[in-house]
């Protein structure tokens, strides 16, 4: 009290000390004095002298030699386990005498609490309290600097051997063999490739030296595909001339592992020229160097042929031809899948349906992403059970053909267990949007939470701002506009691109729920900013932008009678009708088709309206889309009604009569599937006013000693609430309980208090 800390300095000191008692008093004896209290509390660790004197005289002092000694050699480890430890030691591994056996050592320090905490229930993982740590670590290098090489070349050794190539390398790095460090990444580059785990890649790009990489053109192009995947170009055209004038070395004087790996390296440069093309909007350039990479391809490399045809797809997609976009991409899922890069597979299926729908085929779309998740599920062993009933798609007959007998090899590359394989959760998430676009809103929220379980590894960088997109989809079909803001407002921080073309960015999405709800000026903003005209020149890569500007115009009229508005949004609706006409986008038109209804039935001309929507449904009825003539603005039911004269007993057209005109003066209505009379009727016990509070923070970017401080509560109480959220949720993390706060629309509710 004496010192007159912030209630943020205490709450960041208990933090760093993991509560220790004794390490908060050593704090607060080193604070004494001190003008900068909270720049000593955030670099406070074990090197400060207080804390150091303590645990030498106190604990370190007062151990055996070999507790001791085995104290200090497993300190450069960030979770010790036996084997490990053993390993580290440099013990035999049938040594089981009292100082050899880790086993025994562990289970000693752990009796006597020397600040070892378990990771697990079945304490086989273990660390140490960090400020012990750093005092170790401290101890380690100023008694025995010698041996602190040989400990990390041990630990990465065994690292390696148990296929963790992270802490395989972090532990190389550590060590100061670079050399080494980079076998390992390059040895496992396939493997790193297969499972898409561009991040790690992308992290190492940062710890390798330029002189790891002078001699290894393998190692050197595998971080540029990091690079690449992480959306980070700039430095993308010098890494390639790097590569190009290493491979102009005679290949004995060069590193690598792989001789076929060597060979692709050329055609890998022309791949990555073509989707630096693709990425600075030069779609004819992009197909020329992907033809390049293929004709430097060596034989028997389906990598590259595979990337070719998604670059000229990617290209094709993005200009507006569906078509071909959609069949080059079935030839790249079919040659990925040869190759035996399932997960890269997924992400091909992820874009088929997109491009499936935009030409109207939802089935398609469906069947695509069924026929992937049983792909997924096959190469995983069974990581969940799909509904796997339609077949037949254009995706299950590239599969077969590129599968053949060789199914369980192609597949069986991709690394064994139960676990979901990475995109099995964008597969479900995707699916959702199907079951949306069918007003199925209970299947849609069943397969997002479904995604959500099993957990980030299961998804690809995107799922997490897809998922997010997709939940505010379904909450604005339930009316709850605040909640699905909130959502997209946190996709958009969490946006991660991929080389896909942006048709549907998120910002069109935020304009289309403002629109919705009736905030037309901020949707007026939206437009502003993003200089959006209803006399713009169109392409489809903003086709979306320009549907969402059609909706604020009409809802524009409806709001102020405005004829300029309605004018320039039938103009533009006639024009954008035209335009997805000739790029075969029925997607596009049916939903194009139902806003000129609309437009034309607030002009008067109830004979063009009705042709409008009779065309609409004419496309819709034989794929079940109803979702985009359910959110029909109320006014067309008129419309409807005239429709259904023409159709008596339509089973398709009753259903959008009975349920359409839930537009933005509709009023709100509870969906079947995800809630009944409030947020929190499906939870047994329901959270407090003060645990809503602080579920609300808890889905910010605030840490725990930040929302003590906005509550004006002590870390504790905080914590507290926490635990309590937890157990009435059924989580038992952060994530889990964000995510099943946006399930059960709990986040609404603590925004409005």
């Given at each position: 009290n ?35 209290a ?48 053993q ?36 304490r ?11 005092v ?8 025995r ?19 963790d ?24 580059l ?15 790009v ?21 690079l690449m ?12 001339r ?46 020329d ?5 293929v ?7 389906d ?23 959609r ?54 062993g069974?990581?969940?059970t799909?509904q796997?009933t ?15 007998s ?9 690394l ?43 998804g ?18 339930e ?28 910002h ?10 009736g905030?037309?000026?901020a ?28 909706r604020l115009?009409?809802a ?27 790029g ?10 139902v ?21 609409a ?12 003539l359910i ?19 339509s ?6 009569l ?13 969906p079947?599937?995800?809630r009944s ?17 602080v ?57 409005r208090?």
């Amino acid at each position: 009290n004496d010192l007159a800390l912030p209630t943020n300095a205490v709450a960041a000191l208990e933090a760093r000390t993991e509560g220790w008692v004794a390490a908060l008093q050593l704090a607060v004896l080193s604070l004494r004095g001190r003008a900068d209290a909270a720049a000593f509390i955030d670099r406070f660790t074990g090197d400060d002298r207080y804390v150091v004197d303590y645990l030498v005289e106190e604990v370190l002092d007062r151990q055996p030699e070999h507790v001791r000694r085995f104290l200090l050699d497993t300190s450069i480890l960030g979770r010790l386990t036996a084997p490990l430890c053993q390993a580290v030691q440099g013990d035999p591994a049938g040594d089981t005498s009292g100082a050899g056996s880790a086993r025994a050592m562990l289970d000693l320090l752990e009796r006597q609490n020397l600040f070892l905490i378990a990771l697990d229930e079945q304490r086989r993982w273990y660390r140490y309290h960090h400020l012990f740590a750093d005092v170790l670590q401290a101890y380690l290098t100023r008694e025995r600097p010698g041996d602190v090489t040989g400990l990390h070349h041990r630990a990465s050794r065994w690292y390696a051997e148990n296929g963790d190539i992270e802490e395989a390398v972090r532990h190389s790095l550590a060590s100061g063999d670079t050399d080494a460090a980079a076998q390992l990444i390059e040895r496992a580059l396939p493997q790193l490739k297969r499972d898409r785990r561009e991040r790690l890649l992308r992290h190492w790009v940062d710890d390798l030296p330029d002189a790891a990489v002078h001699d290894r053109p393998v190692l050197a192009i595998g971080l540029v595909g990091g690079l690449m995947a992480s959306n980070e170009f700039d430095d993308i055209e010098r890494r390639l001339r790097q590569v190009e004038k290493i491979l102009t070395r005679p290949a004995r004087d060069l590193a690598f592992l792989d001789e076929d790996a060597l060979a692709r390296v050329p055609a890998e440069v022309e791949m990555y020229r073509a989707a630096l093309a693709l990425v600075a909007g030069d779609p004819t350039s992009a197909i020329d160097r992907a033809r390049r990479a293929v004709a430097a391809a060596p034989d028997g490399d389906d990598l590259t042929p595979a990337s070719a045809a998604a670059i000229s797809g990617l290209a094709s997609w993005a200009s507006g031809d569906i078509v071909t976009g959609r069949d080059a991409y079935l030839r790249s899922a079919a040659a990925l899948t040869r190759a035996g890069h399932i997960t890269d597979v997924l992400g091909c299926a992820l874009a088929i349906a997109d491009m499936e729908l935009a030409l109207g085929r939802l089935r398609g779309a469906e069947h695509t992403l069924h026929d992937a998740l049983q792909l997924a599920e096959q190469s995983r062993g069974g990581g969940i059970t799909a509904q796997h009933t339609a077949r037949g798609s254009e995706l299950d007959t590239a599969l077969g053909s590129a599968l053949g007998s060789e199914l369980g090899t192609a597949v069986g590359t991709a690394l064994g267990g139960k676990t979901p394989l990475r995109g099995t959760a964008d597969m479900l998430v995707a699916l959702s949007r199907v079951a949306w676009h069918r007003d199925d809103l209970a299947a849609a929220a069943d397969l997002l939470r479904r995604a959500d379980d099993l957990g980030e590894p299961a998804g690809l960088p995107q799922n997490p701002y897809r998922w997010r997109v997709a939940m505010a989809r379904l909450r604005a079909a339930e009316r709850d506009w605040v909640t699905a803001l909130g959502l997209l407002e946190e996709a958009e921080r969490v946006y991660v691109g991929d080389f896909s073309p942006p048709v549907h960015p998120i910002h069109a999405s935020r304009a289309r729920v403002l629109t919705a709800s009736g905030d037309l000026a901020a949707a007026a903003v939206w437009a502003h900013d993003h200089d959006l005209k209803a006399d713009d020149d169109l392409t489809y890569l903003h086709e979306y932008e320009h549907v969402t500007l059609a909706r604020l115009l009409l809802a524009e009229h409806h709001s102020g009678c405005s004829t300029t508005a309605l004018r320039d949004a039938t103009a533009l609706l006639d024009r954008l009708l035209a335009a997805a006409d000739a790029g075969a986008r029925a997607g596009s038109v049916i939903e194009i088709e139902v806003l000129r209804s609309g437009a034309h039935q607030a002009s008067g001309n109830m004979h063009t309206a009705l042709s409008a929507l009779e065309h609409a449904v004419d496309l819709a009825e034989p794929e079940q889309w109803r979702r985009f003539l359910i959110d029909a603005d109320p006014a067309l039911h008129d419309v409807l009604t005239a429709l259904a004269a023409r159709r008596p007993g339509s089973p398709y057209v009753g259903t959008l009569l009975t349920r359409g005109g839930q537009g933005p003066s509709a009023p709100s209505r509870a969906p079947s599937s995800a809630r009944s009379t409030s947020p929190q009727s499906a939870l047994l016990d329901p959270l407090s006013d003060r645990e809503l509070d602080v579920l609300r923070l808890l889905a910010s970017d605030l840490d725990g000693p930040a929302i003590a401080r906005e509550l004006i509560v002590s870390l504790n109480t905080v914590r507290t609430h926490t635990k309590r959220i937890y157990t009435k949720l059924a989580v038992n993390n952060r994530r889990a309980a964000i995510s099943k706060a946006h399930q059960l629309g709990l986040l609404s509710r603590a925004g409005r208090r």
